[in-house]
């Protein structure tokens, strides 16, 4: 049974680009969630999908986006990168459902560094 | 918002003792999750607590939820180097916002 993964493992872009995150959760979840985390920090929360459309969004500003696939894997993308942005970003998989005991569990992540 | 207040921040004991890290919130949730996490790896799941009370134990580590499931704490017995890392709390806030919410972190050294 394959857990979460993610690609790629680090990533080195310069500001003003573009990047884009994979995810792929674990098997027989159905939602997924971005989080940012800063070296030493907690994560912080990007957005969460389920069923091909964002549900929550943290307070992350619009150059973020994402996007589901009908597979449940997901994409994040950032644009116009800032040096700001440098972090670990964290894919976490849950499986929905009301009355039940939702639980994340994370890829390794990808490790971006915008110089 | 911070909803999740963990305590201490940094910890840095010698192999055997004892150690409580916390995880404090005005806010109820309907789960709680400890992680712990190693310097650039994604948080690994230790355990998950529900029920308002709850104990559980994984061997030298003691997890308790609150009787009101808006705090919780994690005791280790005879902490042992491989303990070392990040510990964070994460509260699902089905009702409030319906994420997940993470703690500051614990950053945990046991020296040998």
């Known amino acids: 049974d394959a857990g979460v993964t993610q690609s790629p493992t680090h990533l080195i872009k310069t500001r003003g680009q573009q990047v884009t995150l994979r995810c792929s959760p674990k098997s027989g979840h159905d939602t997924v969630s971005w989080y940012q985390q800063a070296l030493g920090q907690g994560p912080q929360f990007i957005f969460q999908?389920?069923?091909?459309?964002?549900?929550q969004r943290g307070n992350f500003p619009d150059r973020f986006s994402g996007h589901q696939f009908p597979n449940y894997s997901s994409e994040l993308n950032v644009n116009a990168l800032l040096l700001g942005d440098s972090a670990l970003y964290l894919c976490?998989?849950?499986?929905?459902?009301?009355?039940?005991?939702?639980?994340?569990?994370f890829g390794p992540g990808t490790r971006l560094l915008v110089l | 918002t911070q909803l999740l207040e963990q305590s201490p921040q940094f910890l840095s004991i010698q192999e055997g003792e004892n150690l409580t890290v916390y995880c404090n919130s005005s806010?109820?949730?309907?789960?709680l999750q400890w992680y712990r996490q190693e310097p650039g790896e994604g948080p690994v799941l230790l355990v998950t607590?529900?029920?308002?009370?709850e104990v559980k134990k994984l061997k030298r580590l003691t997890f308790q939820f609150g009787d009101a499931r808006k705090d919780s704490s994690l005791h280790i017995t005879a902490a042992q180097p491989g303990d070392t890392g990040l510990y964070l709390c994460a509260g699902d806030g089905r009702r409030a916002g319906n994420q997940f919410y993470f703690g500051t972190g614990t950053s945990l050294t046991v020296i040998p």
């Open positions: 806010s109820v949730f309907s789960s």
């Open positions: 607590v529900v029920t308002g009370g």
């Open positions: 999908y389920y069923e091909e459309e964002e549900r």
């Open positions: 976490a998989s849950s499986l929905s459902g009301r009355g039940s005991v939702r639980t994340q569990y």
